[in-house]
T-cell receptor, first 114, second 113 residues
Framework: EAGVTQSPTHLIKTRGQQATLRCSPI?????VYWYQQALGLGLQFLLW???????NRGNFPPRFSGRQFPNYSSELNVNALELEDSALYLC?????????????FGDGTRLSIL | SQQGEEDPQALSIQEGENATMNCSYK?????LQWYRQNSGRGLVHLIL???NEREKHSGRLRVTLDTSKKSSSLLITASRAADTASYFC?????????????WGLGTSLAVNP
């Protein structure tokens, strides 16, 4: 069974640009979560999508947005990039939004802002 | 301090020794989960322990949960160099009509051959 896949692996942008990160969940998983992990820090929750709808959102500005497609894959968009947006962005999927289900992570997209 | 706070922040041991990491939290939880992250990679789920459970085992891993002290510990026995990684606890808490996971900052474990 294929795991969670994220693309691209690395992304280099400059301040003010826009970035799009993509995630394909494990087949059969309907929930997708996005996290930001800045260097040396823990995971900061960004967004949770389930069945195509945004279910919860972390404490991030509106320039962080996303969506979930009918095939349950997801996109994270970051507008007006700032230097502090440089981080590893992790996507995870689970069977539904029940927190009793473990989350399965991709290897992330490393976003670097120059 | 924040929910799901691990200690120590860093731990260095020799191969074959046991490693113990702790996680403390503030609010009541539905469950607590432990994950491992190898450098630059995604997280891997290790164990989920529910609030009504006190201990769980998985291979060389043992997790305990003390809800009266709002703390959990992860014990890795007979450690190996391959256990070198960061270990995170995540607490499943109620948030309005939803539930969410709150993540700690992790314990960095180095197992020296």
């Amino acid at each position: 069974e294929a795991g969670v896949t994220q693309s691209p692996t690395h992304l280099i942008k400059t301040r003010g640009q826009q970035a799009t990160l993509r995630c394909s969940p494990i087949s059969g998983h309907t929930s997708v979560y996005w996290y930001q992990q800045a260097l040396g820090l823990g995971l900061q929750f960004l967004l949770w999508y389930d069945e195509g709808e945004e279910r919860n959102r972390g404490n991030f500005p509106p320039r962080f947005s996303g969506r979930q497609f009918p095939n349950y894959s997801s996109e994270l968009n970051v507008n007006a990039l700032e230097l502090e947006d440089s981080a590893l962005y992790l996507c995870a999927s689970s069977l539904g939004g029940n927190s009793n289900q473990p989350q399965h992570f991709g290897d992330g997209t490393r976003l670097s802002i120059l | 301090s924040q929910q799901g706070e691990e200690d120590p922040q860093a731990l260095s041991i020799q191969e074959g020794e046991n490693a113990t990491m702790n996680c403390s939290y503030k609010t009541s939880i539905n469950n607590l989960q432990w994950y491992r992250q190898n450098s630059g990679r995604g997280l891997v789920h290790l164990i989920l322990i529910r609030s009504n459970e006190r201990e769980k085992h998985s291979g060389r891993l043992r997790v305990t949960l003390d809800t009266s002290k709002k703390s959990s510990s992860l014990l890795i026995t007979a450690s190996r160099a391959a256990d070198t990684a960061s270990y995170f606890c995540a607490t499943d808490v109620n948030a309005g009509n939803n539930r969410k996971l709150i993540w700690g900052l992790g314990t960095s474990l180095a197992v020296n051959p």
